[in-house]
């Protein structure tokens, strides 16, 4: 309760801070919807072109890269310390963190606030209600509790990646590249239903970064449609599979941790 | 004169080349994106084939991804050289500093470039069919589409000193900058190739700077563009090249000028 408390007080002293320069605040926040707003745009005139993919219809794919969209930079937005592992080992500041009594993830999540990403979340719930429309979307209790829970454990998933930087970053100084791929790589593929890819892809984004279990499995059950083939209450219980990934990046977070070395600089 | 341009191209040369295993990293950060992308675009031409071969689009996204480091600048050099007064020094030099920002981006543009392009597109060409990058339409084009990429570099160089001049006057890289920067982005066709938006969109499109940089090499390149409209196409890539730095050169100045030098 005491650490939720102090993430809250944390968020709202790096807003106050990022607001000293609104002219540059306001600036940032128009770039990231440009940023967004140009991949929105590479969506729309792709469905201009091609009409659908498989079966999945122009707003079944607006709405899929508006849920990917929203959970990603939602973890963006409010987790971003987790992604700055890299320079703090290597400017040495992860030992201050490693006096003080509070754990050291709390205290990295406390770090930094990314309130740029505001905007892109904006331009991803648009394009959800955009394509929701145009896929005649009918809301029920179950389906809102869907996605819940994909933007709940897709978040979770995309916070696993953090983590897998992370440990890179305390492993060997010099946050990796590769990882990224992992990262923006998912996010980039997954806008997309996994369906659509060949064998090996799919495989990653299900068994190792489990983005169709946690994101597509429920999206699919909420345009009516199913992915896999599998009996509705996978759509529910599948993205349980999120937590159990954010989970093992945790402990593994946890042990790379204990190997860590100062760069005493 | 021109010797010292060519030693600050040569410094800039030798520090790039000092980041081998960053390129690596990067290389396989943009092979599988180079994948994905190309597995979309696989699945998209299975539903409903285009007027455009598939094999030219597959092409286009390889070289995009070969050659991002074309579009994207990475030069925050002048923005701290500002802030931390270092300017000063530089203005002393007896040169030209846009020139020699110029080159200096230029040689990270072509070492950037160069230690990404050659394994990538040997792995690019060991794909299978119809996942791999085609061979040029024609012997003509492969050598119009080198000239074209020249003057697409010229022309980003020279793009990308623009925005260090904007950085200078508003000291802030992340707003105007960071904005053009993202536009050059979806205008490059880095995100979703030229080719495959609206027919009506490209005629304005393709005319645009941003699509001088690597569009039109990669349109000579897949013989979307004949060798016969290869004058017309480094016609348009020269005249905007000229424009750009003469603008560029023409801010510098201006800020030149009336620079405050920070610090201490």
């Keep these: ?265 | 004169m021109i010797k010292s341009y060519f030693s600050a191209f040569r410094m800039r040369w030798k520090m790039e080349t000092q980041y081998r295993g960053a390129a690596l990293g990067g290389i396989l950060c943009q092979i599988f994106f180079g994948l994905i992308l190309v597995a979309l675009y696989r699945a998209l031409y299975a539903g409903r084939p285009q007027t455009l071969p598939l094999s030219a689009v597959v092409s286009y996204v390889w070289i995009q991804q070969c050659c991002f480091r074309i579009v994207t600048s990475a030069e925050s050099g002048i923005l701290d050289s500002v802030m931390t007064g270092q300017i000063a020094y530089e203005l002393c030099r007896p040169l030209n500093l846009y020139g020699y920002y110029f080159v200096r981006d230029m040689a990270y543009k072509i070492v950037g470039c160069g230690m990404r392009a050659f394994p990538m597109l040997v792995f690019a060409i060991l794909l299978p069919e119809g996942w791999g990058i085609s061979a040029p339409a024609s012997l003509p084009g492969f050598v119009l589409m080198l000239l074209a990429l020249f003057l697409g570099l010229l022309c980003a160089c020279a793009l990308d000193n623009i925005c260090m001049a904007a950085t200078m006057k508003t000291l802030d890289n992340r707003g105007v900058a960071s904005m053009l920067n993202l536009l050059a982005l979806s205008l490059s066709g880095n995100i979703l190739p030229l080719t495959l938006f609206p027919d009506s969109w490209q005629k304005v499109i393709t005319l645009l700077p941003y699509a001088q940089m690597l569009d039109a090499p990669i349109r000579l390149y897949t013989g979307e563009w004949a060798v016969a409209a290869a004058p017309r196409v480094l016609l348009v890539q020269g005249v905007w090249a000229v424009l750009l730095i003469a603008f560029g050169a023409f801010l510098w100045r201006q800020n030149l000028r009336r620079v405050i030098v920070q610090g201490g």
């Excluded at chain 1, 540059?24 to 707003?37: H, K, N, W």
């Excluded at chain 1, 792709?46 to 709405?63: A, H, M, T």
């Excluded at chain 1, 429309?133 to 869907?146: D, F, G, Y």
């Design chain 1, 1 to 265: 309760m005491d650490t939720i408390r102090l993430y809250f007080r944390s968020m709202k002293m790096l807003l106050r801070s990022h607001l000293q320069y609104p002219a540059s605040f306001i600036l940032q926040l128009c770039s990231q919807a440009v940023m967004l707003g140009g991949e929105l745009l590479a969506v729309l005139l792709i469905i201009d072109r091609f009409d659908s993919l498989n079966q999945w219809s122009g707003g079944d794919l607006l709405f899929f890269f508006g849920v990917m969209s929203v959970t990603f930079y939602i973890m963006e937005c409010f987790a971003r310390g987790v992604t700055s592992f890299g320079p703090l080992v290597q400017k040495g500041t992860l030992d201050i963190f490693l006096l003080r009594p509070r754990g050291v993830l709390t205290q990295v999540i406390c770090y930094q606030l990314d309130p740029r990403r505001l905007t892109a979340i904006l331009v991803g719930v648009a394009a959800m209600v955009m394509g929701g429309r145009q896929s005649n979307v009918t809301w029920t209790a179950l389906k809102a509790l869907a996605l819940a829970e994909a933007i709940v454990f897709g978040g979770l998933v995309v916070l696993g990646l953090f983590f897998i930087e992370a440990m890179f970053s305390v492993r060997s100084v010099k946050s990796i590249e590769v990882v990224n791929a992992l990262t923006y790589g998912g996010r980039s593929a997954c806008q997309y239903p996994i369906d659509i890819y060949p064998e090996p892809l799919k495989i990653l984004f299900t068994a190792v970064a489990p983005f169709a279990l946690t994101i597509h499995l429920p999206v699919s059950y909420i345009l009516g449609k199913n992915l896999f083939g599998w009996p509705d209450a996978a759509a529910f219980l599948c993205p349980l599979a999120g937590g159990a990934f954010f989970l093992i990046m945790y402990v593994l977070l946890q042990f790379a941790l204990r190997y860590y070395r100062s760069t005493g600089s």
